[in-house]
């Protein structure tokens, strides 16, 4: 199912840049949104538009005819709560239902959203779809915004062919410093101790930010509407991509180890993903990370 024309929310972040330049490759015509004017893609089929989800909503800055929206963007203020609520709500749950009555409005076909694995709820077992989700009264505000987005598209699933992707610690090039790959590496660099939990820490499959894309790219062109979670193959501890990171850094990390409280470690269930290649592993994404992108 080649659908031409795509509308990508968060076009200027880490996954938007690499989703757009890979749909322009692949002769799509792209529509970005972003908080501010960058002109990061020079080229004739992309069209960037600016529009920040924080303030009021002009539907007539959006195109007319589309037939995916990609909704990736999220609010930068995730972690500064309850600072940042409003901030927080806004663009990561209040944008979500604007863009769902737009996509509605204007029979948008498909709409994609980007969800997280922080939505499950904590334990040592290994995550799937059917995981038990966070329940009222969970602390983790930034999750608690995302299922909030979930429960909202379940309600149009019927208008619109929608698709939920929960990923689970993307990392790539030019990543937020907030984020958790970057600020491993800036701690493993400055010699500051890095905390664990249990001897090894939490076990992880993250992804690099290239095969995240193309996994966007595959769902784009697919008719499989649901829920799916977004991960790398790699199982591994924090403890263990700390010592990669250091391998290449040729420095010695530090540790501290406080007690085990969860595990985030996905299941990929092999009938709920499309293709099974990926470009990069752990060690190969890493050195791409730390190297800015120079393979």
Request: proline share 3%; with cysteine; charged share 25%.
């Amino acid at each position: 199912m080649k659908q031409n024309r795509v509308m990508v929310t968060g076009a200027n972040g880490l996954l938007g840049k690499v989703l757009t330049r890979r749909l322009l490759e692949n002769g799509y015509e792209v529509f970005g949104l972003v908080r501010e004017k960058t002109d990061f893609v020079d080229l004739k089929n992309y069209h960037e538009i600016e529009l920040n989800l924080l303030s009021e909503f002009n539907y007539e800055k959006l195109p007319n005819e589309i037939d995916t929206v990609v909704h990736l963007a999220q609010s930068p203020e995730f972690k500064n709560f309850p600072n940042s609520a409003n901030n927080i709500f806004t663009v990561n749950t209040l944008s979500t239902l604007k863009l769902l009555d737009y996509a509605r409005q204007t029979d948008v076909k498909k709409f994609i959203y980007a969800s997280s694995g922080a939505v499950y709820e904590g334990n040592n077992e290994l995550i799937t779809e059917h995981s038990k989700l966070i329940e009222i009264g969970n602390s983790n505000f930034y999750a608690v915004t995302k299922l909030a987005s979930e429960y909202l598209i379940g309600t149009y699933k019927n208008l619109i062919n929608t698709t939920i992707l929960r990923f689970f610690f993307i990392y790539g090039p030019g990543q937020d410093s907030q984020m958790l790959f970057p600020a491993l590496a800036t701690r493993i660099r400055d010699g500051v101790p890095i905390t664990l939990n249990g001897p090894e820490g939490i076990r992880i499959n993250p992804i690099h930010v290239i095969d995240a894309a193309k996994r966007v790219h595959e769902f784009i062109e697919s008719e499989k509407p649901g829920t799916f979670n977004i991960s790398g193959h790699q199982s591994v501890t924090i403890k263990e991509i700390c010592d990669l990171m250091a391998s290449e850094l040729k420095l010695m990390p530090k540790y501290e180890e406080t007690e085990m409280t969860r595990n985030f470690e996905t299941k990929i269930e092999l009938d709920t993903v499309i293709h099974q290649d990926v470009e990069f592993d752990l060690i190969e994404g890493i050195r791409d990370m730390l190297n800015g992108g120079a393979r």
